[in-house]
T-cell receptor, first 111, second 117 residues
Framework: DAKTTQPTSMDCAEGRAANLPCNHSTISGNEYVYWYRQIHSQGPQYIIHGLKNNETNEMASLIITEDRKSSTLILPHATLRDTAVYYCIVRVAGSARQLTFGSGTQLTVLP | GAVVSQHPSWVICKSGTSVKIECRSLDFQATTMFWYRQFPKQSLMLMATSNEGSKATYEQGVEKDKFLINHASLTLSTLTVTSAHPEDSSFYIC?????????????FGEGSWLTVV
């Protein structure tokens, strides 16, 4: 699976949009971009995934560049409970392959 | 999303004893389950992959005789830490996927804290 690069940490003001970037320049055509987050002392939580089109669900939006080499996860109105480590992972969907976790981005939402 | 549940959430055991952690998929059939370990301030490290009815595949450096994994049904996998030692103290997390999860999306349990004293 392709490697990803994320900033180590980011801050965001409560109520504002949090934009978390991810670079995946070696992504293959059949690899999806997945986002998970891990709140302290809990198991990772699935957020969203996409292939090439932008995706939106009740938690977040995922914007993937046209060349698919980078993406941005957007939390439209961050709350204190969104403070967590956010992981961007690329993986072949439709397979039973594991998720390989990098270091992720520590997002801190400030009051 | 699909629900994966782990039990117990935390456990303390004496050095030399064995402890079992259960992982259940509550609303889907988990054809594949994964076990991860996470030390403080580190990322998740994959320990093993198990497919229902088959022997688990362990990652390099993970002792299969120490970390026994059983995936006997489509809703249950167990991890048994045998002859536990203090260095086995960690956060253990299971995850699961199956044909009826969207595009084989993987869902995680809540994690189990193991402390060996």
């Amino acid at each position: 699976d392709a490697k990803t690069t994320q900033p180590t940490s980011m801050d965001c003001a409560e109520g504002r949009a949090a934009n978390l970037p991810c670079n995946h320049s070696t992504i293959s055509g059949n690899e999806y971009v997945y986002w998970y987050r891990q709140i302290h002392s809990q198991g990772p939580q699935y957020i969203i995934h996409g292939l090439k089109n932008n995706e939106t669900n009740e938690m977040a939006s995922l914007i993937i560049t046209e060349d698919r080499k980078s993406s941005t996860l957007i939390l439209p109105h961050a709350t204190l409970r969104d403070t967590a480590v956010y992981y961007c992972i690329v993986r072949v969907a439709g397979s039973a392959r594991q998720l390989t976790f990098g270091s992720g981005t520590q997002l801190t939402v400030l009051p | 999303g699909a629900v994966v549940s782990q039990h117990p959430s935390w456990v303390i055991c004496k050095s030399g004893t064995s402890v079992k952690i259960e992982c259940r998929s509550l609303d889907f059939q988990a054809t594949t389950m994964f076990w991860y370990r996470q030390f403080p301030k580190q990322s998740l490290m994959l320990m093993a992959t198990s497919n229902e009815g088959s022997k688990a595949t362990y990652e390099q450096g993970v002792e299969k005789d120490k970390f026994l994994i059983n995936h006997a049904s489509l809703t249950l996998s167990t991890l048994t830490v045998t002859s536990a030692h203090p260095e086995d103290s960690s956060f253990y997390i299971c995850s699961a996927t199956g044909m009826d999860t969207q595009m084989n999306t993987i869902y995680f349990g809540e994690g189990s804290w193991l402390t060996v004293v």
